[in-house]
Each structure stands twice: as C-alpha cells, then as structure tokens.
C-alpha cells in the first residue's frame, strides 16, 4: 500500500522518536565568551565557562554547506572542513544530538526526502517567536559594537582571474553564476532515518521543540552573513532564548582581505567570531566532542602574537589594541589580554592563550600572579619561544623585593632572565631624551625603516645598563650631559630562546613612526618572519560603520 504523502511524513516522525539513537553521557562543552574588563570600557577578557548538555536536548544546525558557490575559494574552504564537520556529525548523531541540515534555498532538491517530510511533519511549537521567518540584521547587544569587516562587496576573496574562470565554469555546468547550489554538498550525507532539513526557522523553531532543545550548536557558512542572520541563526536564536553556540573551528566568513580593515581572509574570521562573542553569543570547538585539537585550516599560517597589558600608567591597553588592529592582521592572528580591574595580580585567561602563543608581547608593570598563570608564562620561557616586551615589561612581575599577597607569586628576576636588562629606574620626566640607533648594528632586520637620524623620545629615559652577555644593542637614549642608556635590543637568553625589548611605549610614540616599525619589525624577527622591507604605515582607515 502507497501511503499519501502527509501521512509518510508523520510516521516518519513518529518513527524517528522512537528508534532515536541511544543516547550517550552528557556533552562536556567548554563555551568562550568575551566580558567587559569594566563597564563601558571596550576591552574585553576572553573567558570559558564549562556546560554539561544532555545530547537529546541538544542540536546541531549545519547552515547553507551548499555544493557550489558564487567564490570558488568559498568552495574549498568548505570542502576543506566538512570532512572535520562530518565526523562531529556521526559522533553527535551516535550519541543523541539531533541534526538539522539547513541548505537555503535549496527545499525542491529534498522535496522527497525523509528528513525532509519529517520536518515539514513536525507539529507547530506553541511558542513559535513573531518574525522568526525574518532575516535578523542585528540584535541589540551589538548597537554596543562596531561591525569589524566590510562586507559590502559581498565579500567574495576570489582573485579577478580566478573570479572569471569559476563563473565560465559554473555556466558550463548550467548553474546560474549568482546562484550556483542546489542541494547540500556531498560531502555532508543526510540521515535518512534521524536527520532533519529546513530552512524555515519556524519548522526549526518547532523541531527543537519537539525534543524539548534548548542547546543548539550552529556550523556551517558563512559566519558573517547566514550563519548570524538567517531565520534559523545565531541571532534570532540568542534573541529567543535559546542557549545557542557557534561552533568556530569549523566555519568561513565571506570577506575579501582588499577591503578594510585590509587583514587576512582568516584574521576577517576571527574578528567576526570576535564580535559573536561580545554580542550575540558563545562559540565552542569540534574537539570538545571530536577530541584532539581544534580543526585549522591548511592555508592559515599565521603565528599566534598574545598581547599581554597590565599596567595603567601609559595606556598600553589602548595603544596596542590599535596598534595590532592596524598592522598585525595581515600576518597575524592576535589575542589581547588585559589586567583584572578588581584584582590587580590576575590576568583573566592568561594560561589558555600563553598555552599556544608564538610570539609573547609583555606590556606589565608590578604584578605578582596566581602560581598558575606565573606557571605558565615561566614554561613558555623555559620552552625557548620568543619574547618582545616594551616599557614596563623590565619590571612586569617585580614588587622591588616586597612579598607578595597572599596566593601569588612574583618574578623578580625577570628583566635580567628574559630580556638581558638591568633596570633600575629612569630620569625625571622633565629631561628630555635623544634616541639613536647604534651604527654597528644599523641593518639588523628589527631596524629596517627605522630613522637612521636621531628623534626625540616622548617618555623618561630608562636606566637598564649594563646590559647581560648575550644582549645585541639596538637603539640608545641620552639625557643631556649624561652616559648612554640602552634603548633597544635583542637577547639570547640562558634557554636558548630570543627576547626583544625597549624601553619605549610612552602613549605618544605609537604615533611616531620609527617607533611603530621598530615594535612592528621586533614581531616579524621574534615569529621567524621575513621583516617586510616596506610596510604601508599610512593607510587611511574607512570611516567605521555600525552594522
């Protein structure tokens, strides 16, 4: 007997909450999210916060894995990690978790499908939310934020050759080129007996509950466009109440590097998932349910720089975020840190980011730190791997010999360990000081379009002579009538790992351009990087756009 069609669908349902998968032992979900350091301050801690989630009150939404797009590079990312996205999806279906495949637009291709007859059949939510058939622009978190990408282009990264030759060759294959998918790509199978298809957020909205889902994973493309605001997105899910995460590993943004903020396709990434998680929502990793590491993509080769600020005497907090904004992105993938505002020894998140650091940039002054967090920064050391520190950074973990409060510790030979210095205080602000670089070492790389004339310095000068065996002078600084001070220089250190420091990073001199290059080309030396012999300093920045 040929059952009608309704009626296939709701058996099907029936059938699906009966044969579920056994269910497994809860999710260990680790959420990231970022917190104001202080009201209306703008900096933000990135911090964690541990959830256990029971798999049957759990979703995965798999947004718009089309198998063709406008970008031909958007094809590959995509087929790049949904190999990564289909074991999460076997693993989680395994344990319970219940899969809803969202390709929009692409309904006719599964008319037929169990997994869609099942979610047509799935009976209306009683609570269904007004407009969540609606495309969601922007929640009101996110009027706090600025958008950090310009994606008016449509952000396609494909160069204009490349752009040619896949629309010829999506033509050729009779796809519309501003239109290509049609279904989910291959790469993604569809349970037949489990799985869910939608791209109607109110049938998702009556999926989830239907099995009484309150944590809701959504992956897929793109984060900056559908995977935000789709009627099933990020955004109309948080607004709604849903405990929604983005899973950030195994996800792309539409961004073409050509546009501001000018950075790499995959630092454009980061920023969204950024602001996803000031403003919208949580984000989590494939490794929380896969295991081993957090999936990266092939091409993104970028060191991790973690930028460490903790003392309020020369604004670093400010001065280094613009800095790395301005000219770290292209290189770089960029973390920032930032001194707790209630307990001056405590740097929220520091152990997870110096954990996998490439290049450590100290900007402290006078903290003692919990065993932990001093733990882990003396282990980044003791591994070798490159320091840069400005300023205070002589004297970040040093109360001049003063015990410490109570459940910290200090460092107190930090400047002679790690940067070769011997700091022991400064001139009177009053006396101006005249920078040089030392000839001998004039085509060091760190000093690659730095003024071969003097300038002047803006802060007091440090005293930090004599400097350790093993220090290469770069830069140095003289008050009037008085002997030379180091100002800049390289450190071999008893670990065999490299350090560079100066004792510049008054607030001013990140608008002086010698100084700029100077912390600039210190990064790229300490990375292992070629220094740029020229770098675009001048750049003018689009005016900022609320999104």
């Known amino acids: 007997m040929i059952l009608p069609i309704k009626r296939l669908a709701g058996c099907l349902f029936a059938l699906t909450l009966m044969v579920a998968p056994l269910l497994g032992d809860d999710l260990q979900m680790q959420l990231r999210f970022q917190q104001e350091t202080k009201p209306d301050s703008g900096l933000y801690h990135q911090q964690t916060r541990g959830e256990h989630w029971k798999p049957e009150q759990t979703a995965i939404i798999v947004c718009d894995m089309w198998d063709l797009h406008t970008c031909e590079n958007a094809v590959l990312r995509g087929q790049e990690f949904a190999p990564r996205l289909n074991d999460l999806l076997k693993q989680a279906r395994d344990q319970g978790v219940t899969i809803i495949h969202a390709p929009s637009g692409c309904m006719k291709h599964y008319a037929e499908h169990p997994a869609r007859l099942r979610a047509k059949q799935t009976p209306k939510a009683v609570d269904i939310p007004a407009e969540i058939n609606q495309w969601c622009h922007q929640i009101p978190a996110e009027e706090k934020g600025i958008y950090p990408v310009d994606q008016s282009d449509g952000g396609n990264d494909d160069e204009a050759e490349q752009r040619a030759a896949w629309k010829a060759s999506l033509t050729a294959q009779e796809r519309n080129p501003d239109r290509p998918w049609i279904k989910q790509t291959d790469l993604l199978p569809i349970d037949p007996a489990h799985d869910y298809i939608s791209d109607q957020g109110d049938e998702v909205w ?31 899910l948080a607004k709604n109440g849903k405990n929604v995460v983005l899973m950030r590993d195994l996800t792309d943004t539409m961004y073409n590097p050509k546009s501001w903020p000018y950075v790499n396709h995959f630092t454009g990434t980061d920023l969204i998932v950024s602001h996803i998680e000031k403003f919208v929502c949580p984000t989590v990793s494939s490794n929380q349910i896969l295991g081993g590491e957090e999936f990266a993509f092939a091409a993104d080769k970028r060191p991790h720089v973690v930028i460490v600020m903790a003392e309020p005497e020369y604004e670093t907090e400010q001065t280094l975020p613009q800095f790395g904004g301005d000219f770290l992105g292209r290189d770089f993938r960029v973390s920032y840190l930032y001194g707790s505002q209630s307990d001056p020894h405590d740097i929220p998140g520091l152990e997870k980011a110096v954990a996998t650091a490439d290049v450590l940039l100290i900007s402290v002054r006078r903290r003692a730190l919990p065993p932990e967090q001093m733990e882990a920064v003396r282990k980044y050391v003791a591994a070798g791997k490159p320091m840069v520190g400005i300023r205070t950074a002589s004297h970040a973990f040093g109360l001049r010999g003063k015990q410490p409060p109570a459940g910290t510790e200090t460092w107190e030979e930090f400047d002679q360990e790690v940067w070769g210095g011997n700091y022991s205080g400064h001139y009177a602000n009053k006396l101006k000081s005249t920078i040089e670089s030392v000839e001998a070492n004039q085509k060091h790389p760190i000093l690659r ?66 100084f700029q290059r100077l912390l600039l080309n210190s990064i790229y030396w300490a990375a292992g990087l070629e220094v740029p012999a020229h770098f675009d300093l001048t750049k003018p920045t689009p005016q900022q756009r609320k999104s």
């Not at 989830?208 to 493309?221: C, E, M, Q, S, Y």
């Not at 065996?469 to 008050?479: H, I, R, S, Y």
């Open 206 to 236: 009556s999926i989830l509950a239907a099995h009484n889902i309150d944590n809701v994973v959504l992956t897929g493309v793109h984060t900056n466009m559908c995977v935000l605001g789709r009627p099933f997105g990020l955004r109309q």
């Open 449 to 514: 379009g730095v003024s071969r004339e003097p300038f002047p310095q803006n802060g007091s000068l440090y005293q930090a002579a004599p400097l350790a065996a093993g220090a290469t002078m770069l830069l140095t600084g003289t008050v009037e009538g008085k002997p030379a001070e180091p100002v800049a220089w390289t450190f071999r250190r008893a670990d065999g790992g490299w350090s560079f420091y100066t004792s510049l990073g008054y607030k001013d001199e990140f608008q002086n351009r010698s």
